[in-house]
Nanobody, 126 residues
Framework: QVQLLESGGGSVQTGDSLRLSCAADPYIYSKNCVGWFREAPGKELEGLAAVYTSDGSTYYADSVKGRFTISQDNAKNTVYLQMNRLKPEDTAMYYC???????????????????WGQGTQVTVSS
């Protein structure tokens, strides 16, 4: 069974940082696009960042550019999302997902992604 496992969520205060981890089965990690998404109550699923694990190319949504950083550790088949200067509006369930192959120009569209994790909750209080 294909697995993506997110971790690192929690409850923090405004301005704090969190690092989310996405551990992937090796055969879906390699040479594929790994993206981070979030879904806040009453809002649509939002693509935040993505990385093509083969060459490390990264992609960001304007809404998080400069605050969030996506990175990878190929030895651990893990993709991270470093989130800084968190705000209450960052409160959401965060998911990682895999799109087979290179990240597309429309990487932020969830329909491209074949595999999804169960999510990790991030709550930011003021």
């Amino acid at each position: 069974q294909v697995q993506l496992l997110e971790s690192g969520g929690g409850s923090v205060q405004t301005g704090d940082s969190l690092r989310l981890s996405c551990a992937a089965d090796p055969y879906i990690y390699s040479k594929n696009c790994v993206g981070w998404f979030r879904e806040a109550p009453g809002k649509e699923l939002e693509g935040l960042a993505a990385v093509y694990t083969s060459d490390g190319s990264t992609y960001y949504a304007d809404s998080v550019k400069g605050r969030f950083t996506i990175s990878q550790d190929n030895a651990k088949n893990t993709v991270y999302l470093q989130m800084n200067r968190l705000k209450p509006e960052d409160t959401a369930m965060y998911y990682c997902a895999v799109d087979l192959g290179r990240c597309k120009a429309t990487w932020a569209r969830s329909k491209h992604y074949n595999y999804w994790g169960q999510g990790t909750q991030v709550t930011v209080s003021s």
